[in-house]
């Protein structure tokens, strides 16, 4: 308990922070290939709704880390059911694949960018997923950098932005993490600090952490607890769980931890929320 109240505490002041430096729009944040273009509204401050977009069926979503596994297979399901996903990259050379799969790529760096540059990037969106992460390989500076920095950046734009649905990809150990200097203690403490924040913000939230992830096909069959558990998942199980649990108005203030298992991916979630 003490180390989640000084993790929550010290995670308020981090957004606070990234709000007090939002200044600056678009420097970092442009379209890709004219595709997305932010109102003058937007420009002038205005992050209160969709401004001159258009309204369509379906959630507009807006998902930080739009080239992941995860991510892609997540925009799939969301584009099939109606949705509009606008989708947060950092390399223009990764736009071609978020576009087939059905994604509006916006060229959004947030290790660099501020909060209202990523406001101004997601303006419009109804919900925001946080789907980023440094990825293998990269050291313990770019675990707290993007893990934790960019998903506190993302939180503060969602609400400057105003949107009121914020859900983010965690990772079981995050609860409690060690405090050891290797690298995956360093992203697990990354993580408990960005959900920290989550938890202490005014979005309808949730957090979402899986165990290992796998590259199998899905199965569909998953189990879904609100206390830890360890276990595997395949990416595409927890794209299908995320899809869910972004139309679930009960699931907003949970924590869900996600394996895989046997129930099918709707009643393991019901079970949860129950």
């Known amino acids: 308990m003490k180390r989640e109240h000084t993790l929550r505490f010290t995670a308020t002041f981090q957004i606070r922070d990234a709000l007090g430096r939002a200044r600056r729009i678009s420097r970092y944040a442009w379209p890709v ?25 379906g959630m ?7 080239h992941g596994q995860i991510a892609l297979q997540l925009t799939r399901r969301l584009v099939d059911r109606g949705d509009t996903v606008l989708s947060l990259i950092r390399n223009p050379g990764q736009a071609e694949d978020v576009s087939a ?22 303006a419009g969106a109804e919900a925001v ?33 105003g949107a009121p649905r914020f859900v983010i990809v965690s990772a079981v150990g995050a609860e409690n993490p060690s405090d050891g200097d290797d690298v995956f203690s ?3 403490r990354a993580k408990a600090q960005a959900d920290a924040a989550v938890q202490a913000s005014d979005r309808d939230w949730t ?25 595997a998942i395949p990416r595409a199980d927890v794209a299908a769980v995320l899809e869910l649990v972004l139309g679930e108005p009960r699931a907003a203030g949970s924590v869900l931890y996600v394996n895989g298992g046997e129930d099918p991916i709707r009643q393991a979630l019901d079970g949860a929320l129950a």
């Open 60 to 66: 507009h979503v807006a998902l930080a880390g739009g």
């Open 101 to 122: 799969a059905g994604a509006n790529p916006v060229i959004c760096d947030l290790e660099r960018a501020d909060v209202r540059e990523v406001a101004a990037a997601i």
């Open 33 to 57: 290939g004219g595709s997305r273009t932010v109102s003058a509204a937007a420009s002038a401050g205005d992050f209160s709704g969709p401004a001159s977009c258009t309204s369509l069926p």
């Open 186 to 188: 360093v992203y697990l």
């Open 207 to 231: 957090i979402v952490r899986p165990g290992r992830l796998t590259d199998e096909p899905g199965t569909g069959r998953v189990r879904i607890a609100v206390e830890p558990f360890r276990g």
């Open 129 to 161: 997923v946080f789907a980023a992460g440094a990825g293998p390989g990269s050291g313990a500076e770019r675990k707290l950098t993007m893990d934790r920095d960019g998903a506190i950046t993302v939180l503060a734009a969602a609400a400057s932005a």
